[in-house]
């Protein structure tokens, strides 16, 4: 390497290191509020969710009509999957309301 092109290098990395930003300073905090929304809370079990169906291809090197017939079972099986898993999460989805907080009587 050169001795010019070594002194701009040292020049350069001395100029970012002028630049470095010191740490924040925090000035002040805002108050905590609490918000109050409905939540989703799925209660599906890992357990129940199916896993995807084995496949019905035939091997490489099959006739066009075996490859397409075992297109359209997979088709099927994953379509009828996708169902079952929609109907299991929708039937299980429950939206819970916010409980309403009770002001104090005078």
């Known amino acids: ?21 010191k740490p ?8 905590a509020v609490e918000v109050k929304v409905p939540v989703v809370q799925p ?9 995807l169906p084995e496949t019905a291809m035939p091997p490489r090197g099959s006739g066009v009509e ?3 017939s075992g297109a359209v ?9 996708a169902r079952r ?7 299980c989805a429950q939206v819970q309301q916010p ?3 009770e002001k104090a009587k005078p």
């Open 1 to 21: 390497m050169s001795r010019a092109l070594h002194t701009m290098i040292v020049a350069a990395v001395s100029a970012l290191a002028g630049c470095a930003t």
């Open 24 to 31: 924040a300073v925090v000035v002040g905090s805002a108050p």
């Open 43 to 51: 209660c599906i079990d890992p357990a129940a969710v199916e896993s």
């Open 66 to 68: 075996r490859l397409a």
């Open 73 to 81: 079972a997979d088709l099927e099986r994953l379509r009828e999957l």
């Open 85 to 91: 898993q929609r109907d299991m999460l929708l039937g």
């Open 99 to 101: 409980q309403p907080t």
